[in-house]
T-cell receptor, first 113, second 116 residues
Framework: GENVEQHPSTLSVQEGDSAVIKCTYS??????FPWYKQELGKGPQLIIDIRSNVGEKKDQRIAVTLNKTAKHFSLHITETQPEDSAVYFC????????????FGTGTQLKVEL | GAVVSQHPSRVICKSGTSVKIECRSL??????MFWYRQFPKKSLMLMAT?????????EQGVEKDKFLINHASLTLSTLTVTSAHPEDSSFYIC????????????FGPGTRLLVL
């Protein structure tokens, strides 16, 4: 089955700096890679996703890159703000195969003033 | 994104009782529902996958007789934790799947269960 590793487990940045979270996956059949933001006591919120037919996707301050050859993908947050503080999860799945997501272990991001 | 509701948002119960958690897909019909469990400071672990009108498929290590799942309609799925014990205390989250979503999944707000 799929295995997703995520690093770092905790990340502290100063407000305005950039934050990068990296994930690797094991199943070459995986073709869908979403990122979720989870605030304390709430369900995960989809913030951006990427499919295997593209290498990069950007949405305002958030971007995701995908390297299928190396089987890794990364989340980039620029101009971080205190409200970006949360736990971020990467995930991978194979669409058409039941859409079951395999999650990374999560990254606790803290944006300090 | 999709609108998903869960009820209750939090529940405290005594050991040995059963607890039912409802998950509703409010703006689309969910042919499949995923149920996840999340322990504090841990990742989401898939418990089971249910399909409307048929039996759920449970992940390895998840007791099907303890976690009863009913997916009676395309907008409602329920998870019942039977004879709950303190080790069942966790955050339970549902995620309805739409066949045409091409993998995109949205999650409910979660239900915090505390078993005393």
């Amino acid at each position: 089955g799929e295995n997703v590793e995520q690093h770092p487990s905790t990340l502290s940045v100063q407000e305005g700096d950039s934050a990068v979270i990296k994930c690797t996956y094991s199943d070459s059949a995986s073709n869908y890679f979403p990122w979720y933001k989870q605030e304390l006591g709430k369900g995960p919120q989809l913030i951006i996703d990427i499919r295997s037919n593209v290498g990069e996707k950007k949405d305002q301050r958030i971007a995701v890159t995908l390297n299928k050859t190396a089987k890794h993908f990364s989340l980039h947050i620029t101009e971080t703000q205190p409200e970006d503080s949360a736990v971020y999860f990467c995930a991978a799945s194979t669409t058409g195969g039941g859409n079951k997501l395999t999650f990374g272990t999560g990254t606790q991001l803290k944006v300090e003033l | 994104g999709a609108v998903v509701s869960q009820h209750p948002s939090r529940v405290i119960c005594k050991s040995g009782t059963s607890v039912k958690i409802e998950c509703r897909s409010l703006d689309f019909q969910a042919t499949t529902m995923f149920w996840y469990r999340q322990f504090p400071k841990k990742s989401l672990m898939l418990m089971a996958t249910s399909n409307e009108g048929s039996k759920a498929t449970y992940e390895q290590g998840v007791e099907k007789d303890k976690f009863l799942i009913n997916h009676a309609s395309l907008t409602l799925s329920t998870l019942t934790v039977t004879s709950a014990h303190p080790e069942d205390s966790s955050f339970y989250i549902c995620s309805p799947d739409r066949a045409a979503s091409e993998g995109t999944q949205y999650f409910g707000p979660g239900t915090r269960l505390l078993v005393l």
